[in-house]
């Protein structure tokens, strides 16, 4: 067997992995990393990118179809018949794609990356066997990072299929489905349900708990229930699905009293949440320890084996690209020899729902939960002149500041297009801002960012606009 050493071995060249891979290399690390499928990982090949591409094609469609339908009369806007070739969509999204995939693989060996397509298994802390096309190579490491990121979770007597898809699947349809039943009613199964309406499915969203979005309080996830039911997206909340009869198409589901029902769904899209991805690496050979399915790590990242670290969604919530990326970066820093430790003070999350959820920092909840003292302004785009022109008033920005400093402890935004806002949220939080440093900031008019300006205003108690 062929026999390699390095200084730095990253399996999985997902976000996190690549991130960390192309900063230890810029660094001068001696760098090899290990990447079973295409590089980019889930983000890159079966999630961030596409499902956003996915969602804006449905988005032109809509927007198009809805002309049609005479909803642009108003702005003296009217088109013919729209129709969409969605195999013709998914080729322009894998195009995407490829760039993307391509893109990093440049970048990794422009920093002197070595890349190893392969399964890399461990044989201990310090060797890898990474068993590729060309046969197994073994590597000696001084460091290795664990960037193997996650997996969907199937239902119980509902394995993945054709017609039983996780999102991947659902990313790779080439027809748009007639009916789809859309079971788990968090951030994926909503922006694909959502999608996939927009495009023409009969959607249902079936939630086993009271609500969806429920990781967000009711106020944010309320202008998107109110646009789900307007798309004609059917929510059946304590609702679970018991099976799938591929045959006739039929989901089986359970309501809280118990009382069975069918729904007609031609797929079902399963989207009950991801597990970290622990198995098929060699966990135990390695004596690490894991709470609650992830592994455990430090605020260095560093798992409880001397010289190995973990990053990204192997390592839990939130499972995010860009807290990968940022944990990647902050590890090969560490490595190089430079004073590193985790001390981000947010990390914003984006539901690229209609309209969009944006939120960084603490909520209401959470500042409650953590026993501060705190106030909260809310500016409702109905007030902005921006959202008037883009004919989307729904929504709004909320800050929650501290009472008496008026540090802005978190903000919240929900509104189309909201993600934009995502970068001015976080540099808030990040430098420690009060509502006065919004608030005598100069926001370019017309914009939906003057919301942010507005709700600061109102914290100081200066409110202008409403
Ligand atoms: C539909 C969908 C939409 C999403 N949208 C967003 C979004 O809008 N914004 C956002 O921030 N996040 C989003 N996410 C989450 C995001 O994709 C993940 O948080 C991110 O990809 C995690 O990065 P990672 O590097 O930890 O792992 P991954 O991206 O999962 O990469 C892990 C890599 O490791 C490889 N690997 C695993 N085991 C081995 C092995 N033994 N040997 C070699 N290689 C191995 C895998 O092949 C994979 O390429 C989305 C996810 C999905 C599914």
Redesign the pocket.
């Given at each position: 067997m062929e026999s390699t050493r390095t200084q730095l071995l990253i399996?999985?060249?997902?976000?996190?992995?690549y991130v960390c891979a192309i900063r230890a290399g810029q660094l001068g690390i001696k760098t090899i990393i290990?990447?079973?499928?295409?590089p980019?990982?889930?983000?890159l090949?079966?999630?961030?990118i596409p499902?956003?591409a996915v969602i804006h094609a449905a988005d032109e469609f809509y927007k198009m179809v809805s002309a049609g339908q005479g909803a642009s009369d108003s702005m003296g806007i009217s088109t013919g018949t729209t129709t969409i070739d969605f195999g013709k969509t998914i080729g322009w999204k894998n195009g995407i794609v490829d760039r993307l995939n391509s893109g990093v693989s440049g970048l990794l060996a422009k920093a002197n990356v070595q890349v190893l397509q392969?399964?890399?298994?461990f044989r201990d802390g310090k060797t890898v066997i990474v068993d590729g096309r060309e046969g197994e190579v073994q590597v000696h490491c001084e460091n290795v990072v664990i960037?193997?990121?996650?997996e969907?979770v199937d239902i119980p007597g509902m394995p993945f299929s054709d017609h039983v898809m996780s999102?991947?699947g659902a990313?790779t349809l080439t027809e748009v489905p007639k009916s789809l039943a859309v079971i788990g009613g968090g951030y994926?199964g909503l922006?694909?349900g959502t999608a996939f309406a927009k495009l023409g499915s009969q959607v249902t969203i079936v939630e086993s708990e009271d609500r969806v979005l429920s990781q967000y309080d009711e106020q944010l996830s309320t202008p998107v229930v109110k646009r789900l039911k307007h798309l004609g997206i059917t929510l059946l909340t304590q609702t679970r699905a018991s099976g799938y009869e591929a045959d006739d198409a039929m989901l089986s589901l359970i309501g809280s009293d118990n009382a069975t029902s069918d729904i007609q769904a031609d797929r079902v899209l399963v989207t009950v949440g991801?597990r970290a991805?622990l198995s098929?690496?060699g966990l135990e050979e390695l004596s690490l320890t894991t709470e609650n399915g992830f592994l455990s790590i430090n605020e260095n990242c560093q798992t409880s084996m001397l010289g190995v670290y973990a990053?990204?969604?192997?390592t839990g919530e939130p499972?995010?690209?860009?807290?990968?990326m940022a944990q990647g970066d902050m590890v090969a820093r560490l490595l190089a020899g430079q004073s590193q430790s985790w001390d981000r003070q947010c990390i914003p999350a984006?539901c690229?729902t209609d309209p969009e959820i944006v939120t960084a920092g603490m909520s209401p909840d959470d500042a409650r939960l953590a026993g501060e003292a705190f106030d909260v302004t809310n500016f409702p785009f109905m007030a902005n002149g921006r959202a008037m022109t883009l004919e989307r008033e729904d929504g709004f920005i909320r800050v929650v500041t501290q009472k008496h400093t008026n540090v802005i402890l978190g903000i919240q935004a929900v509104g189309a297009g909201v993600s934009e806002l995502s970068a001015a949220f976080s540099l808030a939080i990040e430098m420690g801002a009060c509502a006065e440093d919004l608030a005598a900031t100069v926001h370019a008019h017309p914009t939906m960012s003057e919301g942010l300006q507005e709700a600061c205003l109102m914290a100081t108690g200066y409110g202008l606009h409403l």
């Open positions: 399996i999985g060249a997902g976000p996190g992995g290990v990447e079973a499928e295409k980019g990982g889930t983000c090949n079966v999630g961030c499902s956003k392969g399964v890399a298994k960037a193997t990121g996650s969907p999102s991947t990313l994926i922006e694909l991801r991805r098929g690496w990053i990204g969604d192997v499972m995010l690209a860009h807290r990968a984006v690229f």
